[in-house]
């Protein structure tokens, strides 16, 4: 049962623009939703996240937006560079159910071209 | 210190033979999770330790794959009588309390069954 429903499959960005991959869950229950970054042989790296009592979070380049309502979330990568270009997840999980563990997305390969 | 660190970072093997993945978490960490990463997917959860205990193993597949965490640091996670089907890459994170708390991942085993 997918949970956590993540698109576009893949995206294609010229360098400076913006990147947005869109994610969607089911279980309200949910009460934290990060986002990983992962690179060709290394393991997912924790980006940025959210908690739903907040409908927007900025760090640096990067954006989370959250519509608690319509149970979906999406980042945005303004600037986007070569250097993004890589595999991203949006993830969720429950802080009461088994130690917060992570569901996640199918992925979103991201390619910046220069 | 150091980050996750996950041996061997490659394994080939044949069908029907006996696996071990090793995970060495974070120091002082005392929440780590196995989970499974098949090719161009996100990661699927497999088990969660809290201290030496296996707090959710809901995520196993079946009882071909058992984990341990005998003195709550260095975890291993053993596969029985290997199927073509159990090629992916298996993800080991930690996390220093668990439930809330940030999940940092290894780079992974990548297994293969010929």
């Known amino acids: 049962q997918q949970q956590v429903k993540q698109s576009p499959q893949s995206l294609i960005v010229q360098k400076g623009g913006i990147s947005i991959i869109n994610c969607a869950y089911e279980?309200?229950?949910?009460?934290?939703f990060p986002w990983y970054q992962q690179f060709p042989g290394k393991g997912p790296a924790l980006l940025i996240a959210?908690?739903?009592?907040?409908s927007e979070k900025k760090e640096g380049r990067f954006t989370i937006s959250f519509n608690k309502s319509a149970k979906q979330f999406s980042l945005h990568i303004m600037d986007s560079q070569p250097g993004d270009s890589a595999t991203y997840f949006c993830?969720?999980?429950?802080?009461?159910?088994?130690?917060?563990?992570?569901?996640f997305g199918e992925g979103t390969q991201l390619t910046v071209n220069p | 210190g150091a980050g996750v660190s996950q041996t061997p970072s490659n394994k080939v093997t044949e069908k029907g033979k006996y696996v071990e993945l090793r995970c060495d978490p974070i120091?002082?960490?005392?929440?780590l999770y196995w989970y499974r990463q098949s090719l161009g997917q996100g990661p699927e959860f497999l088990i969660y330790?809290?201290?030496?205990?296996?707090?959710?193993d809901s995520g196993l597949p079946n009882d071909r794959f058992f984990a341990v965490r005998p003195e709550g640091s260095v975890s291993t996670l053993k596969i029985q009588r290997t199927e073509r089907g159990d090629s992916a890459v298996y993800l080991c994170a930690s996390s220093l309390k668990g439930p809330g708390g940030i999940q940092y991942f290894g780079a992974g085993t990548r297994l293969s069954v010929l």
């Open positions: 279980n309200t229950a949910f009460d934290y």
């Open positions: 330790f809290q201290g030496t205990g296996a707090a959710d």
């Open positions: 959210i908690r739903p009592d907040v």
């Open positions: 120091s002082g960490h005392t929440a």
């Open positions: 993830a969720a999980s429950m802080k009461k159910t088994s130690g917060s563990r992570l569901t």
